[in-house]
């Protein structure tokens, strides 16, 4: 995902609108809950769902992330990389097989 | 992001801990937000931030993002440039510009 | 909810500590959304659940939202009742029964 | 906050509704967590802010934590008085005083 095509299509229509003054990183990380928020509400009454509602909000969310990736000068694939390798450690295979189970109470 | 290294991996680490059973798309909504609430956890009382725990949290969200969009045969990237044209309609250059206003106010 | 033990003694709490100086109107909402994830992740994987975590997350956003309600002088039961009587107005008995669609889908 | 004027007020608009059959334990903490996402909205790119809206998804978020509360036979009041015993022995007056730090860090 290193300055790939979606990053660079959202930091184009920013620049073109002036809103870089309000993407502060608070501000981005308070948009990316929001957003969640709005994609949750797809699931607000059960598991059924609208695939092209679930689709736009999981657009949001994510266009918000590679904003406040970027604005770090954070690699989006780099950065999900590295957390799994923390993952890996954190639920070793034989004792987090097929358990949903926190790593503090493997 | 179309079947990048990222998800690879994601997905790798997943099957060999047989989570897949757990990622219904209900459940990795919810995680989406979990996620993006430990992100906001980040800003609680203010605009100053750790760098290395906002890139920890946000590769959380992404990692969930990824698995959701994977799960919904979705290509990140694509799903984000479909919205973009959107919000590109939304918010036309001569009104939006220098401002945070809601669509639907503008 | 007037000013009840509840909101005293939150501010007691609050005050001893000198808290209040980090309680903006945004810090507040913001950590309402961040025990609401905590609260969330008690169901993250499922619909089964552990009571007293439950009873402690929702204490925690429960407790944030009326610091917000204190801060703005509002009171938590008076805009609760306001606000149902928006509701009422919005879903009508006989096209809302039994049904979770949103109001401006009935 | 026992059974309050509140609480009455919106069993008996969800029961008229029917609603009750949505509100599993799981659905109220996702809507307590997409409420939040609304206040929160109400400060996406700053800390200024239209009190009303506040007031009015503030009446959400606590509607549905007094719903989930009396789902779970809890007493609103009550729990947020126990949470507190806990937090100040998490956060003794002497080494919180004037500080936002975390409990583990303090």
Redesign the interface.
């Known amino acids: 995902?290193s300055e790939?095509?979606?990053t660079a299509?959202?930091k184009e229509?920013v620049a073109?609108?002036?809103?870089g003054?309000?993407h502060?990183?608070?501000?981005l990380?308070?948009?990316?809950?929001?957003e969640?928020?709005?994609?949750?509400?797809?699931?607000?009454?059960?598991?059924a769902?609208d695939?092209d509602r679930?689709?736009?909000e999981?657009?949001?969310?994510?266009?918000y992330?590679?904003l406040?990736?970027d604005k770090?000068a954070?690699d989006?694939?780099t950065?999900?990389?590295?957390?799994?390798s923390?993952?890996?450690e954190k639920?070793p295979?034989d004792k987090?097989?097929?358990r949903?189970t926190k790593y503090d109470a493997l």
């Open positions: 995902m790939n095509a979606a299509a959202i229509l073109e609108r002036e809103w003054q309000f502060l990183e608070e501000n990380a308070k948009s990316i809950s929001i969640a928020g709005e994609l949750l509400q797809c699931f607000q009454w059960g598991s769902f695939r679930v689709r736009d999981l657009a949001d969310v994510l266009t992330c590679l406040l990736a770090l954070l989006p694939e950065i999900v990389l590295q957390k799994l923390v993952t890996r639920y295979v987090a097989r097929g949903s």
